[in-house]
């Protein structure tokens, strides 16, 4: 068994203990609270101890301790980040490494990673008030591309073995979920007649005869919708390994023209629900900073389905630390999907495993389980311009880096990316070549 000694309780390095040795490495271990190094006396001679004090322990394995975990509130570092072998974080210049294993604090720095401690006080965003990503090294240097948390994990674990080879511990099989984040259902169907007669005369002024023929086809029933994908998404993947986020409201000009008033978008949404598929909320452009709106989307998904409406992602992948989040928990959610990184793909909270997500506003952790996802389609499109050959590959990376720490893959499609329409010509083949890519690897 694994003994993490610690001087004193801290709900940050429980947590962190927690999700590395619990969820990520699933073995048995104990955080043990000692006054000095007399108290281990009594530990059985096979214990494995990590030595995470401010004294002395001998025979332990010596981690160097930052404040960072033993803190209660929010301060505005600006660590020192350094990849070598490992992805090094430093908090302090003075950081006392004698005698230790290792040349900065694992454990810190995790929590620093997981906990997204860098956004509390970021003041940088985006066009659409999302995190700029381009504007922290973390992810502009691209870090963010290998799951840290899981390799610290990993990095411990392997020194734990070597002080006692007996130690256990699980080997997850490798899952993967396929979500939707359905921001408008239909391309040309079930539009008001005047929505109908706007984008007929736009297509038009615009000489864009491909559209009008197409609109025209569709409203005259000669051809079925390109956004109408649900029975082909059915046909090629596993009910329980599905997950639909649907956009319900209408706030602004980013959000869908179909909202939960279409009942031909109803009907969809209940055709999936009653096949037992994973069916939540993809809150609406304006919501990530008000509790109400989120509560009222999920409530009328809740109405549609008949059902009660547990997860959610984020419209535009868009959220406020901890605002958006104190939010869904308000509203009884208790899975996020928004954790995906925009313009690389990767790891947002350097972990390949779903994990509760900690307040540090709090300094508590929450009930609301993240669940990462690594890549997004208009990410590969739109942000890196990759054809759909380039971008097959893309994912395949972010595929075999999950699979080799025992992670649960997650990828963001759109109901337009499986169109066959305008730019997501041939992106039909990439969603079947991953999914034939997933399935070899998860049997």
């Given at each position: 068994?694994?003994?993490?000694?610690?001087?004193?309780?801290?709900?940050?390095?429980?947590?962190?203990?927690?999700?590395?040795?619990?969820?990520?490495?699933?073995?048995?271990?104990?955080?043990?609270?000692?006054?000095?190094?007399?108290?281990?006396?009594?530990?059985?001679?096979?214990?494995?101890?990590?030595?995470?004090?401010?004294?002395?322990?001998?025979?332990?394995?010596?981690?160097?301790?930052?404040?960072?975990?033993?803190?209660?509130?929010?301060?505005?570092?600006?660590?020192?980040?350094?990849?070598?072998?490992?992805?090094?974080?430093?908090?302090?210049?003075?950081?006392?490494?004698?005698?230790?294993?290792?040349?900065?604090?694992?454990?810190?720095t995790a929590f620093y990673l997981l906990s997204e401690y860098h956004n509390y006080l970021n003041t940088d965003f985006d066009i659409h008030e999302?995190?700029?990503?381009?504007?922290?090294?973390?992810?502009?240097?691209?870090?963010?591309?290998?799951?840290?948390?899981?390799?610290?994990?990993?990095?411990?674990?392997?020194?734990?073995?070597?002080?006692?080879?007996?130690?256990?511990?699980?080997?997850?099989?490798?899952?993967?979920?396929?979500?939707?984040?359905?921001?408008?259902?239909?391309?040309?169907?079930?539009?008001?007649?005047?929505?109908?007669?706007?984008?007929?005369?736009?297509?038009?002024?615009?000489?864009?005869?491909?559209?009008?023929?197409?609109?025209?086809?569709?409203?005259?029933?000669?051809?079925?919708?390109?956004?109408?994908?649900?029975?082909?998404?059915?046909?090629?993947?596993?009910?329980?390994?599905?997950?639909?986020?649907?956009?319900?409201?209408?706030?602004?000009?980013?959000?869908?023209?179909?909202?939960?008033?279409?009942?031909?978008?109803?009907?969809?949404?209940?055709?999936?629900?009653?096949?037992?598929?994973?069916?939540?909320?993809?809150?609406?452009?304006?919501?990530?900073?008000?509790?109400?709106?989120?509560?009222?989307?999920?409530?009328?998904?809740?109405?549609?389905?008949?059902?009660?409406?547990?997860?959610?992602?984020?419209?535009?992948?868009?959220?406020?630390?901890?605002?958006?989040?104190?939010?869904?928990?308000?509203?009884?959610?208790?899975?996020?999907?928004?954790?995906?990184?925009?313009?690389?793909?990767?790891?947002?909270?350097?972990?390949?495993?779903?994990?509760?997500?900690?307040?540090?506003?709090?300094?508590?952790?929450?009930?609301?389980?993240?669940?990462?996802?690594?890549?997004?389609?208009?990410?590969?499109?739109?942000?890196?311009?990759?054809?759909?050959?380039?971008?097959?590959?893309?994912?395949?990376?972010?595929?075999?880096?999950?699979?080799?720490?025992?992670?649960?893959?997650?990828?963001?499609?759109?109901?337009?990316?499986?169109?066959?329409?305008?730019?997501?010509?041939?992106?039909?083949?990439?969603?079947?070549?991953?999914?034939?890519?997933?399935?070899?690897?998860?049997?």
């Amino acid at each position: 068994m694994i003994y993490l000694l610690a001087h004193k309780y801290s709900p940050r390095l429980s947590y962190t203990a927690d999700i590395i040795f619990g969820v990520i490495l699933q073995t048995r271990f104990k955080i043990l609270y000692i006054s000095g190094p007399e108290n281990t006396s009594g530990l059985p001679q096979d214990a494995v101890l990590l030595d995470y004090t401010n004294f002395e322990n001998k025979g332990a394995l010596k981690i160097p301790q930052e404040k960072l975990l033993f803190e209660e509130d929010i301060k505005p570092y600006e660590p020192d980040i350094e990849k070598s072998d490992l992805l090094k974080i430093r908090f302090s210049a003075s950081l006392d490494t004698q005698g230790a294993v290792i040349d900065f604090d694992i454990f810190a720095t995790a929590f620093y990673l997981l906990s997204e401690y860098h956004n509390y006080l970021n003041t940088d965003f985006d066009i659409h008030e999302r995190y700029d990503e381009t504007k922290h090294n973390l992810y502009s240097k691209k870090h963010h591309t290998q799951p840290w948390v899981n390799i610290y994990a990993e990095w411990l674990w392997k020194r734990c073995i070597e002080k006692n080879h007996g130690l256990q511990r699980n080997f997850p099989a490798f899952r993967y979920t396929i979500s939707f984040d359905i921001d408008s259902p239909f391309l040309y169907s079930h539009k008001p007649f005047w929505l109908q007669m706007g984008g007929f005369l736009k297509d038009v002024l615009k000489l864009d005869l491909p559209a009008v023929k197409k609109r025209f086809r569709v409203l005259s029933n000669a051809e079925k919708d390109p956004y109408d994908v649900a029975e082909y998404i059915l046909k090629n993947v596993s009910r329980e390994k599905l997950a639909f986020l649907f956009l319900l409201d209408r706030h602004s000009p980013n959000d869908t023209r179909y909202t939960y008033k279409n009942t031909a978008y109803q009907a969809i949404i209940q055709r999936l629900s009653a096949a037992g598929i994973e069916c939540g909320i993809h809150p609406s452009y304006t919501s990530f900073n008000n509790a109400g709106k989120i509560i009222f989307e999920k409530e009328k998904l809740q109405q549609i389905t008949g059902k009660t409406v547990y997860s959610a992602r984020m419209h535009f992948l868009k959220y406020r630390l901890p605002q958006t989040y104190h939010h869904f928990i308000k509203a009884t959610l208790t899975h996020d999907y928004t954790a995906c990184p925009v313009h690389t793909p990767g790891f947002r909270h350097f972990i390949a495993t779903p994990f509760l997500w900690f307040d540090l506003a709090k300094n508590t952790v929450s009930n609301l389980t993240l669940h990462p996802t690594m890549v997004m389609d208009r990410t590969l499109q739109k942000y890196n311009e990759l054809d759909a050959g380039k971008a097959y590959h893309e994912i395949v990376k972010v595929i075999d880096e999950t699979i080799k720490y025992n992670g649960h893959f997650v990828i963001l499609w759109h109901n337009s990316t499986l169109s066959e329409w305008k730019e997501w010509k041939g992106w039909r083949n990439v969603f079947e070549k991953v999914l034939m890519y997933l399935n070899s690897k998860s049997q």
